[in-house]
């Protein structure tokens, strides 16, 4: 599937700059399975990466300026490396800028190079294209001029580049491009970086991403938001419960005896972190059980929690979900990802996946006028250097 990809984007390098990339890189885009929002509450989550890549190819240019081209976009920009690094108005650029940035900042010392990368990770979809941009760029820059940077390193990088653009993010999103394997979900311990593989095997059940098509215009403040009203309720509850460090070792009752502390808010959203923490526990156990419809059952469990307790879905995410848990051959479904647009993931029936998509698209457009999309989802490896 990516061969073609590979293929233009080599393509494109050489009929940009005259010779052939020293360095190709795929850089993947990420599903959660569960644990959404708790990368920044000292959860654990369930990420995989997916075969749908940013490509890279890349060759020093023996200068002090980088030029790098979106062939996707059919834009480019130039970056002066003795120059302070600044954002700028055309956003994709401050991914890379960002990572340059976040490597000069680091002591990495690298010269000019020539890039060009194209992708098939939807933008806006939830499926973590900017940290496949941020860290396929910090991989290609490192194997381009032999810097060591530990895989780990990579991904906290990418996670300070996003920052600097203006998401305040957790670390799911560039850990599980940079970690991704074949057919292996990751449990990722947020707190300290410790992660486990498990066998992604979903037995009679097929993993499919029902894209929206809505685009998460509140996306960057409500995420931000979100955060704040995390810190001001975890204050709340270390206040009253001094043996509580973070959210891991604060329990639903201590959250529940604090109700009329807090505001109805800031309630809400604890009260949805620390059941999502112990649901992703359950869920690991679930999956290794091979039992898939508890496992189901808790994707909904954690849909609802985002749409009402946490307050990031929309009204074509839960039409989606409301649908799905309605339909015999879907076993679980929510939201994936930061919200307020992008996908849901789904647990169907092997052998009802036709029908099943047939039936949300007739549905979806009828409704909302808009065409639902569907990714067969396979999980594959983290960010390579071909
Ligand atoms: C975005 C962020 C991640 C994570 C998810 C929600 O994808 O980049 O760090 O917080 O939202 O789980």
Redesign the pocket.
Known sequence: MNDILIQNTVAFFEKSFGSSPQKTVLSPGRI?II??????NDGY?LPAAIDKVICFAFAKNNTTTSKIIAIDLNEEFEIDLTQEVKLSDVVWTNYIRGVIKQLQDNGFSFEGFNCVFSSNIPVGS?L?SS?ALECGMIFGIKSLFDLKIEKKDISLLGQKA?HWVG?N?????QFSSVHGLENKVIQLDCNTLDFEYHNADFKDYSLILFDSNVKHSLFTSE?NTRRIECEEGLSIIKSHFPEVKTFRNANEEQVLSLKDKMTDKVFSRVHFVVKEINRVIKACKALDQGNIEQLGELLFETHYGLSQEYEVSCEELDMLVDTAKEDDAIIGSRLM???FGGCTINLVKKGHENEVKRKFSKLYLDTFGIELKFYDVKISNGTTLL
């Open positions: 959660n644990g959404e929002h708790i990368d920044y989550v939830g973590s940290a996003e998401i993010c957790g670390i799911m999103d995420y990802g930061g919200g």
